[in-house]
């Protein structure tokens, strides 16, 4: 039989299939997305604090690599999925790091536009939203980690070095391969598979 968790990657088992974070795909969630629109992500995110009060932060914690990174913000993204999950055009989370305090998180909630909003969600208002649902939705178990208490505001056009949002927006294992590209308005962070560019490989998913 398969293992209690299949999913790879920060991917989560839902009990028929596992959830992939953002621009990963498949099965198992072992392949990353030939292309990501980093122009279009911002657009659609919201930039968010919180404060875990009951977890200390530990060094290894600020290496996205290393085991108690990945295991903290496994945990921190069931969390926050059970506060966010009622909120209209939720769809996941990105984590962007972790620092002290006790253990602050900065992490991104990903929107699908609502309709009638335009392609960008409307800032004030999604905020408000994902404030009232982390107060109405903390955990009653002292196991858990606590809700999430966010700040934070929408995120700014993408400016800044095109490389280092590509490695903040690109899953951690897969960073290394992407790098910035300009096409038309857009900022798309590519890789040896996306289409249509000079010397693209088939890489047959993923």
């Not at 839902?14 to 099965?27: K, Q, S, V, W």
Request: charged share 20%; proline share 12%; net charge neutral.
């Amino acid at each position: 039989p398969p293992p209690a968790d299949p999913c790879l990657n920060g991917g989560h088992w839902t009990g028929l299939g596992c959830r992939c974070p953002p621009n990963l795909e498949g099965d198992r969630c072992q392949f990353a997305a030939a292309t990501i629109n980093v122009t279009a992500a911002l657009a659609q995110s919201l930039r968010l604090v919180a404060r875990v009060t009951n977890r200390d932060f530990v060094e290894a914690m600020g290496d996205p690599s290393s085991c108690p990174h990945r295991s903290f913000v496994q945990e921190f993204r069931r969390s926050v999925d059970r506060s966010y999950r009622n909120v209209p055009g939720y769809r996941g989370i990105q984590v962007l790091g972790l620092r002290r305090g006790s253990v602050m998180v900065d992490y991104e909630v990903l929107l699908h536009p609502l309709p009638g909003e335009g392609p960008s969600p409307t800032p004030g208002h999604r905020v408000q939203e994902l404030l009232e649902a982390s107060k109405v939705a903390q955990p009653h178990n002292c196991s858990d980690l606590g809700g999430p208490s966010p700040t934070g505001g929408p995120v700014a056009d993408p400016g800044g070095d095109p490389a280092e949002l590509c490695r903040r927006l690109t899953p951690a294992n897969f960073s290394r391969f992407y790098r910035p590209q300009r096409v038309g308005g857009s900022l798309l962070c590519v890789t040896g598979c996306t289409p249509s560019l000079p010397g693209s490989i088939d890489c047959h998913g993923g």
